[in-house]
């Protein structure tokens, strides 16, 4: 059975870390490309990050630039999003998903399995 389960998230003040993981079962890792995506209250969901299946990254907000990190461990099945100096428009609720390729889309129509979402929320 595919499935990908996000962990990681939780409450964090301005200026923190929180590195979010994504465990993958039920299909080959290294076929596909992995995207984190976000969906904060009032607005769309919208791309985040995406490591191909050559592990390649690609970010697709140039406020996370610098400052996310996205890695795939493929012994542990995983995909990490490493997030640091968080801002409080960071906050949202954050889901990784499977693209159904292995190059990258920020189109939320290009991946056919998502998390459940965990919630990062920044503030003081």
């Known amino acids: 059975q595919l499935q990908l389960v996000e962990s990681g998230g939780g409450l964090v003040q301005p200026g923190g870390s929180l590195r979010l993981s994504c465990a993958l079962s039920?299909?080959?890792?290294?076929?596909?490309?992995i995207g984190w995506f976000r969906q904060a209250p009032g607005k769309e969901r919208e791309g985040v990050s995406c490591i191909t299946s050559k592990d390649f990254p690609t970010y697709f907000i140039p406020s996370v630039v610098g400052r996310f990190t996205i890695s795939r461990d493929k012994a542990k099945k995983t995909v990490y999003l490493q997030m640091d100096s968080l801002k409080p428009e960071d906050t949202a609720v954050y889901y990784c998903?499977?693209?159904?390729?292995?190059?990258?889309?920020?189109?939320?129509?290009?991946?056919?399995?998502w998390g459940q979402g965990t919630q990062v929320t920044v503030s003081s």
């Open positions: 039920g299909f080959t890792l290294e076929n596909y490309a």
């Open positions: 998903a499977k693209s159904l390729h292995y190059y990258c889309s920020d189109g939320s129509g290009a991946y056919d399995y």
